[in-house]
């Protein structure tokens, strides 16, 4: 009984959970990380309860494992997540989304008069920590585009 | 190669500032010093400019360069639809070094990932306008034979204007302090004030332009546009209080100099011009022995 609740999806080997996606974000975490093109055993689950977010999602990779540069750039869409790393059905390993230096391609510049917003170049941005989570810095125009503002190019 | 491009006033730290304006002074005393025989300049404008344009072409004239180009967009293919991206990419096929003013901010950063050479910003929108604060400082250091612990003025437009915030940045490597006058709603903002809190670095705001000028060294004069303005009247009464006249440099400093950016509208009055505080005219023609030395520096010849 207890086991059923706990894996509320199925259980994996080995692999990578990652917990404490906020629900409506799930599919920008699975684009982020390219999980479209994965080719091995993917389940999702999401409008799961969670005390922490209202409404989580959930992911479980068998054997998929990520460099600490990818989790990062979950920062702006799920910043609460946490990843566990898997052997033999155990947790052996947890990590938290930290910020990263530098965000490339994920969100646009709020400036309109900024190049990025004109020819095709991928929108770039120094992370810096904000009140409210982080706010970007325009590498290009050097804007800053705060969380309110964010709009996803995904 | 790439690096090599300025882009911005934080590309070049304070030692490369000064690098720039002790090789300003060499071609100041040494104008026509051909180092550019043989190379081709490329002179891209997509948005007209007089000074600066001028003052670039009139440097690599003076260092015996070619100078290849346009001076505003419509001249350009710009006009049928080309990319930025893919002018460039053909223009750093033609030339030795790209000079360009274009209007999207963040233009010439992107020009200088994707060109073969070095490309110097000559201003990218409201963004960046790097070798117009190099010219700025060149013009207070021979002037007052020092960076070091001026008092600074600044008065007009302090939100919007470009020159006006990377000159406070530029000049926060060398502990000035800071007087700033302006229309409340044309204060300077927040982020750079905070720099300056951040380095301890002493500044002041006003909203009346009298006599405290009589301690400054330098009053950085800056237009204040229309535009800024929902209300005319309010705009023709702002214009009408930050203007610096003549009988107000009475009692200043003996080493006060009046610096402009250029072009005025009305804010100096022109019977300033033939005082000997006036120096807007002298800075204008200082922008080309800087630009001498940006260029000879970004190409390696120095
Ligand atoms: N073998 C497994 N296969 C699939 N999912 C697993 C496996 N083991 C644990 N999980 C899931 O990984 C997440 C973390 O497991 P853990 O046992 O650490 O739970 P927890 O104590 O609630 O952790 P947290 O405080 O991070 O929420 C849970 O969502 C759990 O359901
Ligand atoms: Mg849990
Ligand atoms: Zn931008």
């Known amino acids: 009984m207890k086991q059923e609740q706990k894996l509320s999806v199925s259980a994996i080997k080995n692999g990578t959970v990652i917990d404490h996606i906020p629900a409506n974000n799930l599919f920008k975490v699975i684009r982020i990380l390219g999980l479209e093109n994965l080719e091995k055993q993917a389940t999702f689950g999401t409008n799961l309860g969670s005390k922490k977010l209202g409404k989580k999602a959930i992911v479980k990779l068998t054997d998929k494992y990520f460099e600490d540069d990818e989790i990062n750039r979950l920062i702006l869409v799920a910043p609460e997540a946490r990843l566990n790393i898997i052997k033999d059905y155990h947790v052996i390993e947890k990590k938290q989304v930290e910020l990263p230096d530098e965000i490339i391609g994920i969100s646009k510049c709020v400036n309109p008069k900024c190049v990025t917003n004109h020819e095709n170049v991928l929108p770039k941005f120094n992370v810096m920590p904000a009140k409210d989570g982080v706010s970007l810095k325009c590498q290009y125009c050097e804007k800053i585009t705060d969380k309110d503002n964010i709009e996803f190019i995904l | ?302």
Do not use: C, W
């Not at chain 2, 190099?134 to 070091?148: A, M, N, P, V």
């Not at chain 2, 000159?167 to 229309?183: C, D, E, V, W």
């Open chain 2, 1 to 302: 190669m790439k690096n090599k491009s300025l882009v911005s006033i934080e590309d070049y730290g304070k030692e490369g500032m000064l690098k720039i304006l002790e090789l300003a002074d060499y071609f100041e005393k040494n104008p026509n010093q051909k180092i550019l025989e043989g190379k081709v300049i490329a002179s891209l404008f997509f948005e007209p400019s007089t000074r600066t344009r001028l003052s670039f072409e009139s440097a690599i004239n003076k260092l015996g360069g070619r100078i290849i180009g346009f001076s505003d967009a419509n001249s350009s293919s710009v006009t049928k639809g080309e990319s930025l991206k893919d002018t460039i990419i053909t223009v750093s096929k033609y030339s030795d070094l790209i000079v360009m003013r274009h209007p999207l901010e963040g233009s010439a950063k992107f020009a200088s990932e994707i060109s073969d050479v070095p490309i110097i910003n000559a201003g990218d929108g409201a963004n960046q306008h790097p070798t117009q604060t190099l010219l700025d400082l060149y013009s207070i250091y021979k002037t007052q034979g020092t960076l070091e612990n001026l008092n600074i003025f600044m008065v007009g437009d302090l939100k919007y204007g470009r020159t006006v915030h990377s000159l406070i940045m530029a000049l926060s490597h060398f502990n000035p302090t800071f007087n700033f006058i302006s229309h409340e709603k044309l204060k300077v903002p927040t982020e750079y004030k905070l720099h300056l809190d951040d380095l301890g670095i002493k500044y002041y705001e006003h909203s009346e332009f009298t006599d405290i000028i009589s301690r400054a060294d330098i009053i950085y004069m800056t237009r204040v546009q229309r535009e800024r303005f929902s209300d005319p009247l309010e705009y023709e009464k702002t214009k009408n209080i930050y203007v610096l006249k003549k009988d107000m440099l009475v009692g200043t400093k003996d080493n006060l100099k009046i610096l402009h950016p250029l072009p005025r509208v009305n804010e100096i009055s022109e019977d300033v011009d033939d005082s000997k505080e006036a120096y807007y005219f002298t800075q204008a023609l200082n922008g080309v022995y800087t630009r001498q030395a940006i260029i000879a520096a970004t190409l390696g010849l120095v």
